[in-house]
């Protein structure tokens, strides 16, 4: 599979009817899931602050999904020196930056009446995918500020595998610092007792999530070849 | 479950209902909504832009 | 070993001289927390309460101070291509260039943490293990940094690049020191957040050096 994706013909061969198909079956089941997330009962803590559930908690499943793509696409690249690879870490790390902005901002907006706060502390959830955007940006500023591209895609594969590892640490020490400093107990719904009511709708719309990120993956990895390819025929163009 | 679906209106209503907490519910739907939006158009529209850049070079090359 | 020993005397004595070497932490590390008091009001009971805990984020800032000549001084005239061909893998002359550039920064910042931690109105009983903490802690930051340092090479313009890119790696041995730190003031177990920056620190220390070979050899391709 991977081998014989590797090869950008057969890549935008493929990409070309799995973006859609992906993007179809994103649609579906997000809608699906919040549609059935819309309609669950008011939860007897949250009330309907519950609802924000079914998109806050699937937005940072995706963003920590994207940053294992961003440092698998790394890695491959590393190894393996396969140009496609490149790309695919190239396009993943602004929607990885992108779901993550969107999770920090909705888990805030259920934050607010929940805790009367907009941000606590707290929360370990909360302060990890912080820290998770502040990588998305780190890679981003440091892909961005290296005119050479060549030079570039090696360093942020370099700082995007430093990440990787550093990920599950940091999660570690986050998890850890909260248990010593929760003062009162905050309950939160995601932990392992969720009723089925909640549970599907919630799966249904991480599924739907993980699919929209899938498709517009793809798409982007598609334009990178696309980029890749003018800029190639531009510089033939200029030395004929 | 909240409803038996009876009247479009109701059901939809019953989905549509946040409470006192509408405030906070509406606008995260809304963040995420335009997250996807600007995610949306940034991917076909950079998806087309090159698209179209490489096919013109490729079919000046042609000729 | 005589290789090793021209390089650590190289080194050092390039650390040292680099933007006035040791002067320069202490110096931001001591102005830094001068402000304080005058940003939050001298009160002593409210200093007190974040006195070890500001002392060490600080900490972890000054060490990001110094970083960005820290390779790109030898990139620039050339001397990092001759440490490429040289007897020494690129790996070991990165892991001597960050121990140097610990005894610029990470020692004499543990040296000055306790007194400046104190004098913000920490307990002095806490001042040797702000002492170990500075010192362990000191050494995964120099290591991170030098880790960012090697990646902005490509980029030429290091500074806050650096610090952008490397912040949000030190969560981990920033939580476990100021725990440890935290703890020990007020009489809770210690040893568990010590032992972890500890592990934390020599895991850096034999990783990322692989890291920075491959920006350096990256950024002189």
Known sequence: ?240 | ?63 | MSVVGVLVRREMSLAWARGGGALLAVGFFAAATVMLPLALGPAPARLAAVSGGVTWVVLALASLLSLDRMFERDFDDGALDLLALGPLPLEVVATIKCLAQWTVSGAPLALAAPIVAVALGAKPAAAPMIFVAAGLGGLAFAFLGGTGAALALASRRGGVLIAVVVLPLLTPPVIFGGVAIENYTSGLPWLTPLCLLAGYALGAVALTPFAMAGACRNAQS
């Open chain 1, 1 to 240: 599979m991977f081998a014989a994706l590797a090869n950008p013909h057969r890549f935008l061969a493929f990409s070309r009817w799995a973006a859609p198909i992906l993007a179809v079956v994103a649609t579906g089941l997000i809608a699906w899931g919040v549609w059935l997330g819309l309609n669950v009962p008011p939860d007897y803590q949250q009330g309907e602050t519950v609802k924000i559930m079914f998109i806050h908690v699937p937005a940072a499943w995706t963003s920590m999904l994207a940053y294992a793509c961003l440092g698998g696409s790394s890695f491959i690249s590393l190894v393996f020196r396969h140009a496609l690879a490149d790309a695919a870490a190239k396009a993943c790390a602004p929607l990885g930056a992108a779901f993550t902005g969107m999770s920090l901002v909705t888990g805030s907006l259920w934050g607010r009446p929940m805790w009367g706060a907009w941000w606590v502390w707290g929360d370990a959830r909360l302060v990890s995918v912080l820290v998770l955007f502040l990588l998305f940006l780190g890679y981003l500023a440091l892909r961005a500020s290296i005119d050479d591209e060549a030079k570039g895609a090696r360093a942020a594969e370099i700082l995007a595998l430093v990440g990787l590892i550093n990920l599950p640490i940091i999660k570690f020490s986050v998890d850890w610092w909260n248990t010593l400093h929760q003062g009162d107990s905050i309950m939160r719904a995601g932990g392992s007792a969720l009723a089925p009511v909640y549970m599907t709708p919630l799966l249904l719309a991480g599924a739907g999530f993980s699919a929209a990120f899938g498709a517009m993956w793809l798409v982007r990895i598609r334009a990178e070849i696309w980029r890749r390819r003018a800029n190639s025929l531009a510089l033939q163009a200029a030395l004929a």
């Open chain 2, 1 to 63: 479950m909240t409803t038996s679906p009876t009247d479009a209106h109701a059901v939809v209503a019953g989905a549509l209902t946040a409470g006192k907490y509408a405030a906070y519910v509406w606008p995260a739907y809304g963040v995420t909504l335009v997250g996807f939006v600007w995610m949306i158009l940034d991917t076909v529209l950079r998806a087309r832009t090159w698209r179209r850049k490489a096919d013109r070079l490729e079919q000046a090359r042609g000729h």
